[in-house]
DNA sequence: ATCTTGATTTGACGAGTGTCAAACTAGGTG
DNA sequence: CACCTAGTTTGACACTCGTCAAATCAAGAT
């Protein structure tokens, strides 16, 4: 990661990725999610996990979900969330280069 | 990264550290200074490559100083801000494990 | 159609955030 | 000392955010 390769532009995008993981409540959420390793999580489970309202569980996930890292499907009354783990992969990496960058060279 | 494994108490304090992320100067910050692997970078280059004022700087770096993302230390008149990789590689390692345990079984 | 359960949207409110101008601190120079 | 540059702190303001109660939407059951 070089100071030039992180333009305005996509700093906005990729911080728009960390401040969505930037509440205690929404990291639980996508920890719980990701937990799943594939399958999908019923909101209803995740609701019943959070001493927080069904109304705040649903902003969050919809934080999540507006920033990418999480997607959601209806099957009939239940809505399941699945992470995307490429999103995340991507927010990771961006780390790990920072990381190895400064312990590396000097 | 297992639901269990993740309470209250520990999304707090991963929080405030994807919190000091989630704002697109700071990001460019850390980057900038990331990409000093291993030197400092004086506060006065860091204002100098930003559109805001330097009481706005100044407030990024103790943000993320106060995440313990970023050092800093005083040599004379100057200023020099340096990263804390350890910080980083915990934050990069949970989106990591994250996105393997989300793409690896079901 | 009516009712019930699951989930989201709307509206509102207190708390927090990003920003700047102005004042202030730290250190060096005449 | 006075003065200057570097950086931070304070105070203020508009804006965003997390939260909940109430209303609404979605889909099934009676």
Redesign the pocket.
């Known amino acids: 990661m070089v100071a030039e390769s992180l333009t305005e532009t996509v700093a906005v995008g990729l911080a728009k990725g960390f401040?969505a993981l930037?509440?205690p409540?929404r990291l639980r959420l996508l920890s719980m999610i990701a937990a799943r390793a594939g399958d999908e999580v019923?909101?209803?489970e995740l609701?019943d996990a959070f001493?927080?309202?069904?109304?705040?569980?649903?902003?969050?996930?919809?934080?999540l979900r507006d920033a990418g890292l999480v997607a959601?499907e209806?099957r009939?009354?239940?809505?399941y969330y699945r992470v995307v783990p490429s999103a995340l992969a991507a927010l990771s990496q961006l780390l790990d280069t920072s990381a190895m960058t400064a312990g590396v060279n000097g």
Chains 1, 2 share one sequence.
Request: proline share 4%; hydrophobic share 30%; with cysteine.
């Open positions: 401040k930037g509440d409540a019923c909101v209803c609701t001493t927080q309202s069904a109304p705040t569980i649903s902003h969050h996930l919809k934080v959601s209806r009939g009354t239940w809505v």
